[in-house]
């Protein structure tokens, strides 16, 4: 008698790292909801606050699928939808009742907003001292610019990103993304763990100021360093670095392009050998990265010629073979199919019930013993408020007396 096959059961799968803290996402429109996003995609429960009739604007930001915004599926993932007016009396006090049960409140409001509706950092933290009260605006909350309107394509010029990117003979260009947006949350995020870390040590919650126009300033690099020192001004230079040659974008011989980096002077000559110019390695100036970088010109004729004359294919993988720098330049078309992308699972497959599967971007970064997880893509506008008020204790009146009244 065959003996019956014995299936192991699957290994228990340990608790995401932040199960268990509760973030009530109040902002909208990116910097804010993102952040948010980061935080619900390793655990935390996180409840999406919106108006009744307001609701988040990225939900009909970009294409839609059978009116059913895309971009809203990503931002709006493993959050809980409610709405909620908070400017009228009901509204304000059910936003106390949750923020007394909450870890964090992520806002967006103009500076003095949350304060005119008596829910600033001094109610809040009236009916709860370890709340981290988390403010993301354009140009926080203090200074002459404080109370104007503030969007990242706002910091992205004043910045200086704007200032150094681009051709040196054409405009300043900004990025065709929410790239300050996009800093400001990982921002966000990692200041929304500080201060719990904190609390952690003193049991006593903060409020964190995030103005958007600071990060991206993080991520210029030392340019303030260098001008107060040196009075230096970084120009525009297209794709090329200051730092380093060749370093430049190169198109191949069936019309596709590539990049090619050498910030290492060991691939900068091992690029110049593949591409039959060893010669070049021997000049004076060759072995400064500022230098090849005076040189360029040379440098990007000796790389560009000869990917001229080779398919991409056979681009990358000679580049590969002689242990040098390369990339494809690539549309999303083709991240969707690049096998690194697909080894790493980083465009990965959720099931959702408007849309049906769907692929988007996976969580940011890989933990081995504690991995976060997309649960759910973007829930409908308010679909939670019973479940989310009935939780808080609310009866079922309640609620259809708050939803009569507008304020849900």
Known sequence: MPRPVVTAPAPARAPAPLTGL?????ATLFAGPLAATMLGDFGAEVIKVEHPERPDPSRGHGPSKDGVGLWWKVLGRNKRAITLDLSKPAGRTTLLRLAATADVVIENFRPGTLEKWDLGW?????????LVLTRV????????????????????????????????????????????????????????????AARDRTGEGQVVDMAIIEPILTVLGPQPTWYDQLGHVQ???????????????????????????????????????LVGRPELIEEP?????????????????????WIARHSRADVLAAFEKAEAAVAPVQDVRD???????????????????????????????????????????GRPHGADTEEVLTELGLAPADVKELREEGVV
Do not use: C, K
């Open 22 to 26: 509760r973030v009530l996402d109040l």
């Open 122 to 130: 001094e109610e809040l933290s009236a009916v709860n001292p370890g």
């Open 137 to 196: 605006t354009g140009f926080g909350q203090f200074g002459p610019y404080a109370r104007r309107p503030g969007f990242g394509t706002l910091a992205e010029a004043m910045s200086g990103f704007a200032a150094m990117t681009g051709e040196p003979d054409a405009p300043p260009t900004l990025p065709p993304f929410g790239l300050a947006d996009s800093i400001a949350a990982l921002a966000t995020a990692y200041a929304v763990m500080t201060a719990l």
């Open 235 to 273: 120009p525009r230079t297209g794709n090329r670095s200051q730092n380093n040659a060749p370093r430049n974008t190169y198109r191949t011989a069936d019309g596709t392009w590539v990049a090619v980096s050498t910030s290492a002077q060991s691939v900068a000559e091992r690029v110049m050998r």
């Open 285 to 305: 100036w060759f072995g400064s990265g500022a230098e090849r970088a005076r040189h360029a010109d040379v440098l990007d004729a000796a790389v560009g010629d």
């Open 335 to 377: 991240v969707m199919a690049d096998p690194q992308y697909r080894a790493l699972d980083t465009i990965t497959t959720v099931d959702d019930p408007e849309l049906g599967p769907l692929r988007m971007q996976n969580v940011l970064f890989r933990l081995s013993a504690t991995p976060g997880a997309i649960r759910w893509a």
